[in-house]
């Protein structure tokens, strides 16, 4: 079956630290992969867009990278800062005809003083 | 430039009893999707229009959900009769095109509680 598979459990990290999240796919050969940051209480906001022939992409402390081979994606937050914590998204553009984004559950990061 | 406007924030109902929720897109966005978010899960989409016509709306529960979005621009989703496991935040979102072309701008979603 077509499953998307982010951490469950909450990651806690230390301010200052890389927080790294995980995504992984099995079944699907996305063409685009976005990542979200979702708040308590509101909706998704967009992060960062990757295709699949990039390998990483940058934008000020985040990275994300994207292993076709692997089927995972890396999002990666540097210098990381309590603002930062909040519920990270993934969702992979499949490219059927209805162009529909595949969500994963998300993973809440937490970073502590 | 205004986001994605959504009401209302919260609504708590009888089960069996309707509801109505309405959004705004960003203007100019061709496409509107509502979704709905249960807790601990990701969004699950619901419907997507393109302008004004329906391009998917397979995981709508269509004995009791429905949408619809006249002259293109603003939309309703509307549940009749509403069970428990309605209870979700109903999330709007547009986007300029086709997903593929970028990125989606979500409203602060509807927190639905069915008692």
């Known amino acids: 079956s077509q499953k998307i598979e982010q951490n469950s459990e909450a990651l806690n990290i230390q301010e200052g630290k890389t927080a790294t999240l995980t995504c992984n796919y099995t079944?699907?050969?996305?063409?685009?992969l976005q990542w979200y940051r979702q708040d308590p209480g509101r909706g998704p906001v967009f992060l960062l867009l990757?295709?699949?022939n990039e390998k990483e992409k940058r934008k000020e402390r985040l990275k994300v990278t994207f292993d076709t081979t692997l089927k995972q994606s890396l999002f990666h937050i540097t210098a990381s800062q309590p603002a930062d914590s909040a519920t990270y998204l993934c969702?992979?553009?499949?490219?059927?005809?209805?162009?529909?984004?595949?969500w994963g559950a998300g993973t809440k990061l937490i970073i502590k003083p | 430039e205004a986001g994605v406007a959504q009401s209302p924030r919260y609504k708590i109902i009888e089960k069996r009893q309707s509801v109505a929720f309405w959004c705004n897109p960003i203007?100019?966005?061709?496409?509107l999707y509502w979704y709905q978010q249960i807790l601990g899960q990701g969004p699950k989409l619901l419907i997507q229009?393109?302008?004004?016509?329906?391009?998917?709306d397979s995981q709508l529960p269509k004995d009791r959900f429905s949408a619809e979005r006249l002259k293109g621009v603003d939309s309703t989703l509307k549940i009749q009769p509403a069970k428990l496991e309605d209870s979700a935040v109903y999330l709007c979102?547009?986007?300029?095109?086709?997903?593929?072309?970028?990125?989606?701008?979500f409203g602060e979603g509807s927190r639905l509680t069915v008692l």
């Open positions: 990757i295709r699949e």
């Open positions: 079944n699907y050969s996305p063409a685009y």
């Open positions: 203007s100019g966005h061709a496409t």
């Open positions: 229009f393109q302008n004004n016509g329906v391009v998917d």
């Open positions: 969702a992979l553009d499949i490219m059927d005809s209805n162009y529909q984004l595949i």
């Open positions: 979102a547009s986007s300029l095109g086709r997903v593929s072309t970028g990125e989606l701008f």
